[in-house]
C-alpha cells in the first residue's frame, strides 16, 4: 500500500497535494493519507523520508517520491506496466 504525505487543505482542487490525491484515485492504487501541518517546523517526519519539508511526497513500494508532476510521472509509468513511455 501507498501512502500519500499531504498538506491539510480540505480539498483536492486548491493544491498540487489535490492533484495527486485524483490521479491516484484514477489509478485504483491502494493508498492511505496522512495529511500534515502547514508549519515547516511540523514535518519532521517529511523531513526524515526526504530531506526536505515540502509536500506532496509519496511512499510507494518503500520509496518517498517529491514532487507532484514526478509523482503523476511515475503513476503513469506504472499504468503503463512500468515501462518507458514511447
Known amino acids: 500500500?501507498?501512502?500519500?504525505?499531504?498538506?491539510?487543505?480540505?480539498?483536492?482542487?486548491?493544491?498540487?497535494?489535490?492533484?495527486?490525491?485524483?490521479a491516484l484515485r484514477r489509478s485504483n492504487v491502494e493508498h492511505e493519507q496522512v495529511r500534515v501541518?502547514?508549519?515547516?517546523?511540523?514535518?519532521?517526519?517529511?523531513?526524515?523520508?526526504?530531506?526536505q519539508r515540502h509536500v506532496?511526497?509519496?511512499?510507494?513500494?518503500?520509496?518517498?517520491i517529491c514532487d507532484s508532476r514526478r509523482i503523476i510521472e511515475h503513476l503513469e509509468w506504472r499504468a503503463a506496466g512500468g515501462r518507458d513511455p514511447a
Open 56 to 64: 506532496p511526497v509519496l511512499v510507494i513500494g518503500g520509496e518517498p
Open 1 to 22: 500500500m501507498a501512502t500519500l504525505y499531504r498538506c491539510i487543505t480540505p480539498t483536492d482542487w486548491l493544491c498540487p497535494c489535490g492533484t495527486v490525491a485524483r
Open 37 to 51: 501541518p502547514f508549519r515547516q517546523g511540523e514535518r519532521g517526519e517529511i523531513d526524515a523520508l526526504t530531506g
